[in-house]
C-alpha cells in the first residue's frame, strides 16, 4: 500500500552564513586539500543511485579501529569506522549511541554502513547503561571530541563537519548534543526517547525517525513532539516506520540506513545529489514523510 505522506514546513538554516563558516574554516586547517576550501560542497564518492545508499557496502573501503574504555574520556569507549581512502580529501564524522541497557552491539549494523559511504563514525558505549538522554547527549560530544583531538583517524576528519545519531535514549540524546552544539551539521534520532519534549533552541538540521509501533517511546508522545518543537528556520524532518517497533533500528533496516546517508550527505557534506532521496522521499514502509520540498 502506498505511504501516506503530510508535508509540513522544512524550515531552512541561513545557508549562506553557514557555507562561508565552512569554507572559512576548511582554509584554515592545513589537512584539508586546497580544492576542499575553493568549494562550499564536499562531494566524497560517485554519483549515487536509490540502490547504492541503500547497500550493506558503500563505496569506500573501510577500517575498524576498538577504543577501550579505559582510553576514552567521559564517554565507555567503541568503534570507529573510516574510510581508507585519503585521496578525496578529509570527511565529515558521526558518533552514534545505544539505547537504554543496551551497548554499541545493538547499533553495530548501522555504524559501518555510514561509514562505507564516506564518513568517520563512531560507535559508542556509554558509561552506563542506564545513562539518561542528557548524560548520553554530552558523551555524544566527548566520543567527536575524541575523534578530532586524539583518535588515529583524526586526520581524516575535518572539525566543521560533526553530526550525532541515536537511538532511544541515544536519540533523545542526540537531541541533547545538537541543542548543546548548535554548530554540528547533523542529528538523526532513531525511536527517540526523552522526558523534555521542547527542543526550541535547537539550530541543527535534525532528521527524526519514529516506528508507528512504537510502545516505548510512542510518536505521539515523543518523536512527533519533538519535531513539532523544533524552531523555525531549522532544516527538520520526520519520517515513521509503518508498523514497526521501538526496536527497529537494532536490526539492518535499509530505510533507516539510506535515509541516514542522504540526510547526512546532504548537510555534513553539503552534496545537492543526495536531495533526490529526500525529496520525495521514500515510497514504501513509511506511514508518514514530513518534509516540504525543494531543500534549501
Known sequence: MPATRRRKSLRPRNVIAAILATALAAAAVTLIPDADAATSSFQRGPNPS????????????????NVSRGAANGFGGGDIFAPNDTSQGTFGAVAIAPGFTASRSSMAWLAPRIASQGFVVFNIDTLSTS???????????????????????RAKIDPNRMAVIGHSMGG????EAAQDRPELQAAIPLTPWNLSKNFGDLQTPTL??????????????HSERFAA??????????????GASHFAPNVPNATISSMSVAWLKRFVDD??????????????????????????
Not at 53 to 65: E, Y
Not at 172 to 175: A, P, R, W
Open 208 to 221: 527524526i525517525i519514529g516506528a508507528q509501533r512504537d510502545n516505548i517511546a510512542p510518536v505521539r508522545t
Open 50 to 65: 536509490a540502490a547504492s545508499i541503500r547497500a550493506a557496502d558503500g563505496p569506500f573501503a573501510i577500517t575498524r579501529t
Open 271 to 296: 552534496d545537492t545529489r543526495f536531495e533526490q532521496f529526500i525529496c520525495p522521499g521514500p515510497n514504501s514502509g513509511v506511514s508518514q514523510y514530513e518534509v516540504s520540498c525543494p531543500l534549501i
Open 131 to 153: 545513562d539518561q538522554p542528557a548524560s548520553r547527549g554530552r558523551q555524544l560530544l566527548a566520543a567527536l571530541d575524541f575523534l578530532t583531538r586524539t583518535s588515529s583517524a
Open 229 to 242: 518543537s523544533l524552531p523555525n528556520g531549522v532544516s527538520s524532518g520526520y519520517l515513521e516506520l509503518a
Open 172 to 175: 533523545g540524546g542526540s537531541l
